[in-house]
């Protein structure tokens, strides 16, 4: 409970001060042109918040637990997608560079921040239904790979998470081409398996960032001195 408000603490900290960058662009270089990383930080964060209904879910009610877990992965792709608007680092503003190069890794790194932490729960409820190498070599593998397949839909096709609901027969032929002719498609998915390579290596990685210092607490602490006295 006090790391979960920890936590919570800290990604507000973080989006306040993505808040202040904006505020600062716009006060002092009269450019707005960022405005649009706020609504992508609510979209990364809708996949977080879902997450925490994971261990609420009713045991027996399967139908209300796949609505929920589609519910999260179509919305996973947005926290992720965050780290692609470093590519606006190129457009010629009056902005220094240096800040806004400052302000996009704020924002991508926030984006990932909730994506790893939802992605976290989502593996602890499939745990609950697979065994642990079914889930950490093969399910989150599979859900990173198709999440980083959304983020391309999102990047390059500028499809959104809703034209699931108000667009659905235009996209799935969209996703149909891009499945049906996979060799024709090459750049889409060596561009999907670049970003599945990526985001599992910062997933796994910050996974392995508190064992790592569990065990630098553990072998750094101090050997307490020895009673000369007889």
Not at 103 to 120: D, E, H, N, R, T
Not at 196 to 212: R, T, W
Request: charged share 15%; hydrophobic share 55%.
């Amino acid at each position: 409970m006090r790391t979960n408000l920890a936590f919570n603490r800290l990604l507000t900290g973080f989006i306040l001060l993505i808040i202040v960058m904006i505020s600062l662009r716009i006060i002092f270089y009269q450019n707005i042109r960022y405005l649009s990383i706020i609504w992508n930080l609510f979209l990364a964060w809708i996949p977080f918040a879902i997450s925490f209904n994971f261990k609420q879910l009713p045991v027996k009610n399967k139908v209300q637990q796949l609505l929920v877990f589609f519910c999260w992965l179509i919305f996973f792709p947005n926290a992720l997608y965050i780290i692609t608007d470093l590519i606006h680092l190129n457009e010629d503003t009056s902005v220094p560079i240096w800040f806004d190069a400052a302000f996009l890794f704020s924002s991508a790194f926030v984006g990932l921040l909730m994506a790893f932490v939802s992605l976290a729960r989502a593996e602890n409820y499939l745990l609950h239904y697979f065994n642990c190498n079914m889930v950490r070599v093969v399910l989150i593998p599979i859900l990173l790979f198709v999440s980083s397949f959304g983020v391309y839909l999102g990047r390059f096709e500028r499809w959104n998470s809703w034209d699931v609901i108000t667009n659905p027969f235009a996209l799935s032929a969209d996703i149909l081409h891009f499945v049906g002719k996979p060799v024709t498609n090459y750049k889409v998915w060596a561009i999907t398996l670049l970003f599945s390579l990526l985001y599992g290596f910062f997933y796994f990685s910050l996974k392995i960032l508190p064992l790592l210092f569990s065990e630098m607490k553990i072998h750094d602490k101090p050997t307490p001195k020895k009673d000369n006295k007889v």
